[in-house]
Each structure stands twice: as structure tokens, then as C-alpha cells.
């Protein structure tokens, strides 16, 4: 296998890696939004997730406890929101920054009184971790070219949290464009009263779009603790949130170009990686922030320059009020 070769095999792998919880936060968001809430707010679902994995897999010593418990909390998270947004009818921009602001410190001071270690959480063992998963055949094909080093070093060796992340864009794919409550759903984010008028519950709809908001929130949450990392560190979401937004955004509220846009973030944020340390003709090395920095800045450009007219679902950020 050749050097150049084995770069862009590392590169895509490391883009899956990193693409995993955007594509989860990014199905997650376009429930929510397709009902017609809007949900700034995933990033402090994930946050919380990421925390309540961390935490409880310290304590438990099981992984999938503490995704358990992640799912849960989010849950709660998108309940709260729900109540602010759909039974009170709350400004929902608001009511998403205000879980952002009190999860990011909630998160620390639970963390430092729970562990004593500045907010973060113990390092996590193996058994508390989502280990890879060797896909069958992938040692036999190990040594045929090209796609034997795809399947091997590319698809297989990813933990169950990838490949849920990746299962779950055909499933909402599927959910929101094949099946009743799909139908129901993005009716009530573009003309709830019609909703109201055929006999079904706008809020009750709303309500269970926001908890497969919170559940898949907090799976991405769990990614970042408990396979990604071997533990929580304060702020460790770094925006990913607001990314998988810009990215539904980008995608204009539909689950296959949402999916592509995480993934070209996720390769932005790979490349930059391997950037770091690397002369580059005419700069020299380039600064580490430089590098960090250079995904977010190319997904805003991207974004604003090749995202066209992308038009919101009609009702969403627009409290229903039941007519009497």
C-alpha cells in the first residue's frame, strides 16, 4: 500500500469519525424542525448527553448504561424545551440558547463536585467504552487491493455509534417521507391548523418530534464521551451542535444532502488534522489555530456560497394557537 494511498484511507476514516455525531445531532434537528420548532438547543442536548454518558459509565462501568442514561437526559432537555415552546409558547431561539448557556455550566460544576477534577470527568476504562467492531471477512480481505483496503480500514472498525449514525439517515429517511407519522409530522411544520382541523393533536405531534430530537441528541452526546473520547472535558461539544444545524440548513430540511453536508464537515475537519505539523509550500507550518479554526471557517463559506434559496418549513418558529 502505498503512502499516498494510505493518507486518504486514514483521512476518510478519521471523517467518518468525526462526521458520526454531526449526522446524529443533524436527523436529530430535522424532526424537531420539520414539526415547525426550532431547535438551537442541540447543542446543549448533546452536551448533557455527553456529560450523563461520561459520568454514569465512570460510576456503572458499562458503556451502554451510560448511553441509557445520555438518551434520558436529553429526553428531558427536549421535554423542557417542548413545555417553553409548545404548551407556553415561548420564543423558541430563546428557550434553545437558554438550555445551551445552562447545560455548558451545569455540566462543569456537576462535574467538579461529582469527581473533583476540574469539571471533567474520570478517564474511562475499556469496558466503559464502545469498542470497535470488526465486520465479518474484513481480515481475509485485508490483503486485496483497493477494496480490501477500503472495506478493512474504511468500513470495518468503527464502534456501534457509527453505524448507528449512518443507519439513521435511510431511517429518517424513511420515517419522515414513508410512513403516516412522517406525513403528519411535516404537515404540522407547514400548515398545523389543517393538522388541527383533521382531528389530530398538533402539540402531542410536536411533543414526540422533540423527544426523537432528545433521544438521538443524546446517542450523539454519548459518541463523544463514551467512543470518541474515553471521558467528558468541559465544552467538549465545540459547536458541533450549531454545525449539524447549519448543516440540516444546508440541506434544506431533507435527510440525504443534511447527511452529505456533515460529511463534508467531517472531511474539513479530518483534512485540517493532518495538515497540522505539515510545511506548506510558500507559508511554512502553518499556525495550530490556523489549522483548527480552518473547518468552521470553510463550512460558513461553503455554506454561503453554495446553499442557494433554502426555504424553512412554513410554520416553524410559529407557536400554534388552537382557534376556538
Not at 448504561?65 to 427536549?78: D, F
Not at 414513508?178 to 407547514?190: D, N, Q, S, Y
Request: net charge positive; hydrophobic share 55%.
Amino acid at each position: 500500500m502505498s503512502e499516498a494511498w494510505l493518507l486518504v484511507l486514514l483521512t476518510l476514516d478519521a471523517t467518518v469519525r468525526v462526521a458520526a455525531p454531526l449526522i446524529l445531532a443533524s436527523m436529530a434537528g430535522l424532526f424537531s424542525e420539520r414539526s415547525g420548532v426550532i431547535d438551537i438547543g442541540l447543542e446543549g442536548k448533546m452536551l448533557a448527553g455527553a456529560f450523563a454518558a461520561a459520568a454514569t459509565a465512570a460510576v456503572t462501568g458499562s458503556a451502554w448504561v451510560g448511553l441509557l442514561v445520555a438518551v434520558l437526559v436529553s429526553c428531558c432537555l427536549a421535554l423542557l424545551h417542548g413545555l417553553a415552546c409548545i404548551t407556553y409558547r415561548g420564543n423558541q431561539v430563546v428557550s434553545g440558547v437558554a438550555i445551551n448557556v445552562m447545560v455548558a455550566g451545569l455540566t462543569v460544576v456537576l462535574g467538579i463536585a461529582w469527581f473533583d477534577q476540574g469539571g471533567q470527568t474520570p478517564a474511562l476504562a475499556h469496558g466503559a467504552r464502545f469498542a470497535p467492531i470488526e465486520l465479518p471477512f474484513a481480515e481475509a480481505l485485508r490483503g486485496v487491493p483497493v477494496i480490501g483496503d477500503l472495506y478493512y480500514e474504511l468500513l470495518s472498525g468503527h464502534n456501534i455509534l457509527v453505524y448507528t449514525a449512518l443507519a439513521a439517515v435511510p431511517a429518517a429517511w424513511w420515517v419522515v417521507f414513508r410512513t403516516r407519522f412522517g406525513l403528519r409530522l411535516r404537515a404540522v411544520g407547514e400548515t398545523p391548523a389543517a393538522v388541527d382541523t383533521a382531528g389530530i393533536s398538533v402539540e402531542w405531534l410536536r411533543y414526540r418530534a422533540v423527544l426523537v430530537t432528545g433521544a438521538l441528541c443524546g446517542v450523539a452526546g454519548a459518541y463523544l464521551s463514551t467512543a470518541q473520547s474515553a471521558g467528558f472535558v468541559r465544552d467538549m461539544t465545540a459547536g458541533k451542535g450549531y454545525i449539524a444545524l447549519a448543516a440540516l440548513i444546508f440541506g434544506k430540511w431533507r435527510p440525504v444532502p443534511a447527511f452529505l453536508a456533515c460529511v463534508l464537515f467531517g472531511f474539513l475537519d479530518a483534512a485540517a488534522t493532518r495538515l497540522q505539523g505539515v510545511e506548506l509550500p510558500g507559508i511554512g507550518q502553518a499556525p495550530v489555530a490556523l489549522i483548527q479554526a480552518l473547518p468552521y471557517a470553510l463550512t460558513v463559506i461553503l455554506l454561503a456560497g453554495f446553499i442557494g434559496k433554502a426555504i424553512a418549513p412554513k410554520a416553524i418558529g410559529v407557536p400554534y394557537v388552537k382557534e376556538r
